[in-house]
């Protein structure tokens, strides 16, 4: 059984697009991964870049957070002090959200463009 993979994301947000690039992948269990949070914090700590969460979900598991995706990606949004994304991918498919400074809903992300070497372009208006 593949195992499930997790990177941390990168980039920037302007003008009502995130610019995000995958960094520092770590495989996991077939049901189960964590970050690195150690370089995650660092990154923050530096250079204050760290956007989200990129992970995958076992085949056939689809592309909906499970709840502990859910408490995890708050918990790092509390620590973080900022709106954060996720990505999940399942095969060929990817879904994103986003969770806000405030809410703890996710909210769903329409676009998503797969750029070359684990880029993605992000948008829809989010703020």
Not at 69 to 84: C, E, M, Q, Y
Not at 90 to 118: C, F, N, V, W
């Amino acid at each position: 059984m593949e195992r499930e993979r997790c990177w941390t994301l990168v980039g920037t947000y302007e003008d009502g697009t995130w610019h995000a690039a995958k960094r520092r992948r770590i495989s996991g269990k077939p049901a189960s991964v964590e970050v690195d949070w150690e370089w995650t914090l660092k990154r923050e700590e530096k250079r204050g870049d760290v956007i989200g969460f990129a992970h995958t979900h076992p085949g056939g598991a689809g592309t909906s957070p499970s709840e502990r995706d859910l408490r995890t990606l708050r918990a790092w949004r509390i620590a973080l002090g900022k709106p954060l994304l996720m990505l999940i991918e399942d095969g060929e498919t990817i879904a994103g959200y986003m969770l806000h400074h405030d809410d703890d809903e996710l909210k769903p992300i329409m676009s998503i463009t797969r750029g070359e070497q684990g880029a993605f372009i992000i948008s829809n208006g989010l703020s």
